[in-house]
């Protein structure tokens, strides 16, 4: 289009791309004749007014000052509330006696399920705090305690999946009532284990220390409630979700449930968010709206935990797919950096947290609870809703098909706009052809710059890594600015910048740059609607953050167009009246999108640190940045061009970027974990002392080790330890030949998460004394019909077993004791062997448990044939099997800004 050399025509004029403009042959003849300019004489001769370079500044301080509104009003946290209070806020909860059972609860140190600390410990402290509460309670109240020891077994298909066996668990439950004969129940639930080493205050004892004083405040209530409230204090979320499912399968009050809400954290304190509700009911969206004096809710934070892009679950989905009833899913998520650590103690959890959460459950809890629906929630099942907080101040939701009606009349108008512009393309002196032309051509200017600046953060983000500083903003967020966030808007200015020269030759008049301005102003707009169609089509409710991005600025802009631009007789120099309307039209957009990095940022930064060293967490991280800046920027960036020296804000991009890449690459800046009290990031480290038997089909040991199973848990690990531990330099990474020989590479993984954490090491150490041995035999075979086998099979251990199995090949798993007989594929073994594991949790140590697996052979088999292979692992979690004195002096060489955790394992492989 824009060729050298090449005739094109513009409103009916041939020329050149060295034939001069109009004004510039009037001038010459002008200054060769020696006769001065009429400034009057035509529209040519007129100056367009820039904007100065400064507007860049005020621009940035702008953008700041948005976003520093948002960080303020995330932070606000209501005031604490003391016993003293008590009397003035007789319905009220008070946070005082919450953080009294908070720290009653945690004092007892970590509590890993089957441990004396959970088993004994807490379950004493729990019901002795429920019983002290019934012997208070008003008495048009009753208050019921159960204990409850569920067995029972389910397939969880999160990652590799896997298939849970349970027994001998505890859930200590309440049920309050008020003598009405209610039949039908909210459940509120928490749980008070703990991963090993974690006193587990935010996850998840501060719940259920919420929850107590809630049931306090309800039962000194003289208000008797319409429905009951069942409240589930569970002993074994951690290891894989089990109580839940022992209690909502099996308890006879879950009968009598409609709807409950599941209290959980991945992070310590600051304000809880609501990121799952339903599925369906759009009624509990309504009343946690309408209830909540604190709201934090968004249904982005729903569809991006459901689609798996977090490696985690909680009991939402137990209660969901196993209880068939809708909830709300409620945690904390701020300062992730502590969760799953020793530092998650009560004190990191600042005041005003623990009261806001219990101001929102126990609204939301009597609001249910008086509420007809939930007597008939069937009759209030249907319809998806649109939701989601604005700063915290308030709730915005409507039904989904509202969402997509309004979401279609938005998109319709702002086509029609385009449409109308093109249509009248001569009040800005060009034909519709060429307008529509140029539409097309800053489109793919547009696209140009969107690629350039993934292009860019792409190669930052690979030296950043080749040159051995991944994941230098994970203790200083701040430096993905300059690092990323800083050269995708130099990438897109740098592309506007290149290619204005060659706009500018179609609009050579007055506010000519301006009507470029427009171009990019209205392609803007465009893209954001396509995105607004295609996720309203799909059927993705967050597409009201893609249309809050046409509306306001698409508002902003007709205003702009009746005030400067009504007529081509009545054009006004645009000045910065104009540039101020432009940016207040963008502040609710702005206001949105701010509060979605903070938040995005704040739970994925502690993630990296955690999700496996095979991939580049600086990519992950520098493309979050760059979507999320180009989405800032797409109204902004288009007036660089009206600016009179952009090449000042390029130059200055640049050198931000690469002096802070050259600071982080030649000192220590870069270094990315910190102990200090007001910084704290540790590194993370998994260590299981591990010994190995791998036996033959006749039973006799073929090879036997023990050593370090080391678990990388994020890019650095673990050459950034190398000058720390000296038993590196003997250590061996984990190799697709020591998986393909052994199932699960011969490792005794607990978490079913081997396609994630695929890179790994193994250093050769002494055997840990185990005085549990583990075992795993075959009691019984049979073979009810020629094609088929049936085995029984015994396990015995502590009370964390694993079962990894592979059938031989032309041998199928047709059914099994577990799960209803339903048979979970893990990921494939070798030669596309398939693979299951099968986890088993007990709160009681020394446990044994049986299985049964039935299998379908092909008519050709012998019974000298392998069936199986299969390994069994016991992990030994707490007690003084967990760590030898040399496996703790081991991870006694730690630095201070890492945090290991590590306990025993023993793996044995069969052939069957």
């Given amino acids: 289009m824009f060729g050298t050399g090449k005739k094109q025509r513009v409103l009916g004029f041939r020329h050149t791309e060295e034939t001069l403009s109009k004004a510039e042959i009037v001038d010459k003849c002008k200054a060769e004749s020696g006769t001065e300019k009429d400034p009057d004489e035509n529209k040519y001769t007129k100056e367009t007014k820039k904007l100065t370079t400064w507007m860049a500044f005020a621009v940035l301080l702008w953008l700041i000052g948005v976003f520093l509104l948002v960080v303020a009003l995330d932070g606000r946290l209501p005031s604490a509330l003391t016993l003293a209070d008590q009397a003035d806020n007789p319905d009220s909860f008070i946070e005082e006696r919450a953080r009294r059972t908070l720290q009653a609860l945690t004092s007892i140190g970590a509590r890993p399920a089957g441990s004396y600390e959970n088993e004994v410990l807490a379950v004493a402290l729990i019901k002795r705090e ?248 069937q009759a209030h099942a249907q319809g998806g809703v649109v939701f989601f907080d604005f700063l915290g101040l308030f709730v915005i939701h409507y039904s989904e098909w509202i969402g997509t009606l309004m979401n279609l009349l938005i998109v319709g108008i702002s086509v029609s706009i385009t449409v109308a512009k093109i249509q009248h393309s001569y009040n800005y002196g060009v034909s519709k052809g060429v307008y529509l032309r140029q539409l097309g051509y800053t489109f793919m200017i547009q696209l140009c710059g969107c690629v350039l600046s993934f292009m860019v953060v792409t190669l930052l983000s690979v030296l950043m890594d080749a040159f051995g500083r991944p994941m230098a903003w994970y203790s200083q967020p701040w430096l993905i600015c300059p690092l990323y966030m800083a050269p995708t808007v130099m990438s897109v200015i740098a592309v506007f910048y290149f290619v204005l020269p060659k706009q500018k030759k179609y609009f050579q008049f007055v506010d000519g740059i301006w009507i470029i301005e427009s171009l990019y102003f209205e392609v803007s707009k465009l893209i954001w609607s396509l995105f607004t169609l295609i ?28 005030m400067y631009d009504s007529t081509p007789t009545k054009r006004r120099q645009k000045d910065n009246k104009w540039v101020l309307i432009h940016l207040i039209s963008l502040l609710v957009p702005l206001i949105l999108n701010m509060y979605l990095i903070y938040n995005t940022f704040s739970m994925f930064i502690p993630i990296m640190s955690r999700a496996g060293s095979a991939l ?134 607990y978490f079913p998460a081997a396609s994630l954490l695929r890179v790994n090491h193994w250093i050769p150490a002494p055997k840990p004394k185990l005085w549990t041995p583990i075992s795993l035999n075959i009691t019984h075979t049979e073979a009810p019909t020629i094609n088929t086998r049936k085995l029984l099979f015994k396990a015995v251990g502590p009370d964390h077993m694993g079962v990894f199995i592979s059938p031989a090949m032309g041998i199928k798993i047709k059914s099994w004791s577990l799960a209803g007989g339903k048979v979970l594929e893990g990921p494939e073994w070798k030669m596309g062997r398939p693979t299951h594991y099968i986890f088993h949790s007990s709160g009681k140590e020394n446990d044994s448990w049986e299985f049964w697996l039935e299998l379908e052979v092909p008519r050709s088999h012998y019974d000298g044939n392998e069936l199986l292979d299969m390994a069994v692992t016991g992990h030994y979690l707490h007690g003084s099997q967990m760590k030898s004195p040399q496996f703790t002096k081991f991870l006694a060489q730690y630095p201070g800004w890492s945090y290991p955790v590590g306990w025993t394992a023993s793996y044995k492989a069969y052939k069957f």
């Fill in 130 to 377: 429920l019983t002290s509460i019934k012997e208070r309670a008003n008495p048009i109240h009753k208050l019921s305690i159960d204990i409850q020891k569920p067995r029972g077994s389910f397939n969880l298909e999160l990652l590799d999946g896997l298939t849970h066996s349970y027994k001998n668990i505890q859930n200590v439950i309440a049920k309050l009532e008020s003598g009405n004969g209610a039949n039908h129940a909210l459940l509120v639930n928490c749980h008070f284990d703990s991963v090993p080493q974690s006193a587990g205050a935010s996850d998840d004892a501060v719940s259920c220390a919420i929850m107590l004083e809630v049931l306090e405040v309800l039962t000194q209530s003289p208000e008797p409630l319409k429905h009951n409230l069942i409240f589930l204090f569970n002993g074994a979320e951690e290891n894989m979700l089990p109580a839940s499912h022992g209690f909502i399968t099996q308890h006879v009050w879950a009968e009598q449930i409609r709807a409950f809400i599941n209290l959980e954290s991945c992070g310590s304190g600051g304000r809880e968010l609501v990121f799952q509700t339903g599925p369906g009911h759009p009624w509990l969206v309504n009343a946690y709206a309408k209830a909540a004096p604190h709201p934090f809710i968004n249904i982005i934070g729903e569809e991006l935990f459901q689609s798996s892009i977090i490696p985690a679950d909680t009991d939402f989905r137990i209660f969901r797919d196993h209880g068939k009833i809708p909830g709300l899913d409620i945690a904390y998520m701020k300062n992730g950096y502590v969760y799953h650590t020793k530092y998650d103690s009560e004190e990191r959890i600042p005041p005003g947290s623990v009261q806001r959460a219990g101001d929102n459950l126990l609204a939301v809890v009597k609001h249910i609870a008086q509420s007809e629906v939930l007597a008939d929630t």
């Fill in 616 to 749: 580049n967490p600086d990519l992950i991280i520098g493309y979050k940045a760059a979507a999320m800046t180009l989405g800032t920027i797409s109204f902004l960036c288009p007036l660089a061009m009206v600016m009179n020296k952009p090449m000042n804000v390029l130059t200055t991009l640049y050198v931000t970027t690469f002096f802070t890449m050259g600071i982080c690459l030649c000192t220590n800046l870069a270094f990315p974990y910190s102990n200090t009290p007001t910084n704290l990031a540790p590194h993370r480290g998994l260590v299981i002392h591990t010994e190995r038997e791998f036996y033959n089909k006749d039973g006799a040991i073929e090879n036997a080790d023990s050593g370090y199973f080391m678990v990388n848990l994020d890019r650095n690990s673990p050459k950034i330890l190398n000058d720390w531990i000296p038993e590196l330099k003997d250590a061996k990474e984990i190799r697709q030949k020591d998986c393909d020989a052994h199932l699960y590479c011969g490792m005794p993984v």
């Fill in 535 to 562: 996720l309203t089509i799909a059927g993705i409710k967050s597409s009201f953050f893609c249309v809050v991005w046409v509306l306001f600025p698409m508002v902003g802009r007709y205003v702009l167009d009746r």
